[in-house]
């Protein structure tokens, strides 16, 4: 039988389980939606070897790859390694020249080593270090959200974001990112699909604006 939908994959941020994901409607007749998640990593994994590791959930040929926040990193490596239609990262960097001035630092001074990532279960610095937002009100919300809370799993991925060395940026990338994202602020973005009033976690919250966009974005 003749496969004629478009795959789109989604890997979600830091942390984050594919619930992030669980208001995002594509037109069924012409969309198929699979939801990637995080294993942890083996011990000294690279991310290049991480990515490769993750390239063999991806079943159809040719998909859309899109990635929110860590996510966004993540499957610009994966496509180093398989031809894609398409990426799209979300609330992410492009390279390391995007990165904020913070992570800048914690990669010269290796600072981010000194973080308390032993308290991740505590869901209000988890949220912290994945979201880069208090989370007083919608606590029950991010709790659902972010289910991992190894700290060999967090160590490695906060080491793995501010050490990134991205490489030529594929001409097949789309950026979408909010103007008011605290975790990458937009000043340091270049080339990007602007979301008006947007914030680190806006593929939760607005859900209408991908809903409405994404169909476009995808098949341009």
Not at 45 to 60: C, F, G, P, Q, V
Not at 142 to 162: A, G, H, T
Request: aromatic share 8%; net charge positive; charged share 25%.
């Amino acid at each position: 039988m003749l496969d004629n939908k478009v795959h789109v994959y989604f890997m979600p941020g830091m942390a984050a389980n594919p619930s992030i994901f669980k208001n995002i409607v594509l037109p069924e007749d012409t969309f198929e939606i699979h939801l990637l998640d995080w294993y942890i990593p083996e011990r000294n994994m690279s991310l290049e070897a991480y990515a490769k590791k993750m390239n063999s959930r991806i079943k159809h040929s040719n998909p859309i790859l899109l990635g929110v926040s860590f996510g966004g990193m993540l499957i610009q490596e994966m496509a180093k390694h398989r031809p894609v239609r398409k990426l799209i990262v979300v609330s992410s960097v492009k390279s390391e020249m995007e990165l904020p001035r913070r992570m800048l630092f914690a990669k010269r001074t290796k600072v981010h080593r000194l973080l308390p990532t032993g308290l991740v279960n505590n869901i209000e610095i988890l949220a912290k270090y994945a979201f880069g937002e208090s989370v007083n009100k919608r606590l029950s919300l991010y709790e659902e959200y972010l289910s991992i809370r190894d700290k060999n799993y967090i160590d490695w991925s906060i080491d793995q974001i501010v050490n990134w060395r991205s490489g030529k940026c594929p001409a097949e990338i789309v950026h979408i990112h909010g103007e008011r994202d605290s975790v990458f602020p937009i000043e340091n973005i270049k080339d990007c699909i602007t979301v008006k009033n947007g914030t680190h976690t806006m593929i939760i919250h607005r859900a209408k604006w991908f809903n409405e966009n994404l169909p476009t974005i995808i098949l341009r």
